[in-house]
């Protein structure tokens, strides 16, 4: 281990156990819920104040439910919830200062398919101000810290999910994805997020409201086979009926592939070349396994960045705008971050463009669309750089800097968002600086399952770095 990991995994009830195995051992009289959630609070104290992944704990109230029958494929498994995601009784605070938010009455609608898998859940996880950073950072208070390397970013918006998984304080945590935010704390933490096709899941309360629904519930894992399980577990509690069943992905599939390559992004910035390698990398293996790998155009036009970016700056207007009514009644749109308040300035000055954005915006999943019929998976980083250090996208880095920072950062995970396909990102390769660096594999709407079984085969032709190896 080098000496800048933080991690907590030891000999407890916990162990190294994904998910899915915890589950089995629990399920098997081996450890009890009391046991493995003790070990977990253990755990938690002992990192998380180094890393800040825990925005709300609720040891006491999992501790007194331990003894409660559970029912699901990961019954009695301790995890987080993300803090824009209403769990009753707690209150949901958006990672933003501009929030003072009174405690929920009810579950949200994905609360009720995450929680019905049998989680027993210790608290809620941070995120940035609303989601909009690619950085779990914040303005006036610390930051969410990479457990790689603790000077580093953990990614976001789920970036203290990812911290407290890569951490081993959980196996797997909640986290949702509006522009990349499962897959990008995914590769910056070395984890696999898996962000679904739209409507496989339930949507939240935030995704129903918005023009063109971007967001993507899920959760970040150590390994393929927990999202596997979660997926199959979320359809046992309502089946996305307009997509093919998911259904219970054990490993690789026998089929063999062809995958599109794509290197650089939309936005006309070359892929740094720490990035570049282990995506060649990574398609030289899927070629050793017998699938074809080519070099494949962009599937939208390069207007896409410009549009996206507008989206984006319109989800904050209306956030400064409306929040007062949309998300709590103290709502302070004074206090809200210099992120938000250039991203909402930059839409003032685009507004007119608003009905043109949208057209093209809600044409992407078609022109995305088009493209698999030749291809079986699209094969690309996640990020277009490698895992910045604290403080490079803070929000609190003048708007039109930081702007910039993130256009040239954030340009592969948009598309599927908003063309609501599926799109994975596995842990595939290190820099030399020792930070996990993702690649991303996207599919075809209703492909889950072709993604899953590529992972499978991934994970086991190059296993996974482990954060507690030597």
């Known amino acids: 281990m080098t000496d800048k990991r933080i991690h907590a995994f030891c000999d407890d009830a916990l162990g190294d156990d994904d998910a899915f195995g915890l589950a089995r051992r629990i399920a098997a009289g081996e450890v009890s819920i009391a046991e493995v959630a003790e070990a977990a609070i253990q755990r938690a ?30 019954a009695g498994v301790p995890t987080f919830v993300k803090d824009n995601t209403d769990l009753a ?14 405690p929920a009455k009810k579950h949200g609608r994905f609360a009720r398919q995450y929680l019905s898998l049998g989680f027993s859940v210790l608290g809620k996880s941070t995120l940035p101000e609303f ?17 790689w390397n603790p000077a580093h970013s953990s990614g976001a918006s789920s970036g203290g999910s990812a911290a407290l998984v890569a951490a081993g304080v959980v196996p797997v ?4 994805d509006g522009g990349g935010s499962i897959r990008i704390p995914a590769a910056c933490c070395g984890l696999v997020g898996l962000k679904p096709t739209r409507g496989r899941l339930v949507d939240g309360e935030a995704a129903r409201s918005l023009p063109i629904n971007i967001i993507g519930e899920g959760i970040v894992s150590r390994s393929v086979r927990d999202q596997a399980h979660f997926f199959y577990g979320a359809e046992q509690y309502q089946p996305a009926r307009s997509l093919p069943e998911v259904g219970l992905v054990e490993g690789p599939g026998k089929r063999r592939l062809r995958i599109g390559l794509v290197l ?50 319109m989800l904050a207007f209306l956030m400064g705008k409306f ?24 839409y003032r000055d685009n507004i007119w463009k608003t009905p043109a954005v949208l057209w093209r915006l809600r044409r992407t999943r078609d022109e995305y669309a088009r493209q698999f019929p030749r291809y079986d998976a699209v094969l690309s980083p996640v990020l277009a750089h490698t895992t910045p250090e604290l403080g490079y996208i803070s929000p609190a880095v003048p708007f ?41 594999l996207a599919g075809a709407h209703g492909g889950e399952r072709t993604l899953l079984e590529l992972a499978y085969e ?9 954060i507690q190896a030597a």
């Open 45 to 74: 104290n002992q990192v998380d104040p180094v890393l800040r992944g825990i925005e709300l704990a609720t040891f006491e109230q999992a501790l007194q439910a331990a003894n409660k029958p559970r029912t699901g494929v990961f």
């Open 89 to 102: 009784g707690l209150p949901t605070n958006h990672g933003s200062a501009a929030v003072n938010a009174h």
């Open 131 to 147: 989601g909009f950073n690619a950085t779990t950072e914040f303005e006036g208070r610390a930051p969410t810290c990479n457990p």
């Open 173 to 176: 945590a909640h986290a949702n």
């Open 264 to 313: 650089d992004s939309i936005t006309g910035e070359a892929t740094c070349d720490e990035t570049r390698a282990v995506v060649l990398e990574v398609a030289r293996e899927l070629e050793k396994l017998g699938h074809t790998v080519e070099e494949m155009p962009l599937p939208v036009s390069p207007r896409f960045a410009d549009d996206f970016a507008i989206y984006w700056g």
């Open 323 to 346: 929040g007062k009514q949309v998300v709590s009644p103290d709502f302070d749109a004074s206090r809200l971050d210099g992120l938000s308040r250039g991203l909402a300035a930059l």
């Open 400 to 440: 039109d800097e930081l702007f910039e920072r993130l256009r040239k950062y954030v340009s592969f995970t948009p598309l599927n968002n908003t063309a609501g396909s599926p799109a994975i990102s596995l842990p595939m390769g290190a820099a030399a600086n020792d930070l996990p660096i993702g690649v991303q």
């Open 458 to 466: 991934l994970e086991a032709a190059r296993p996974f770095r482990r």
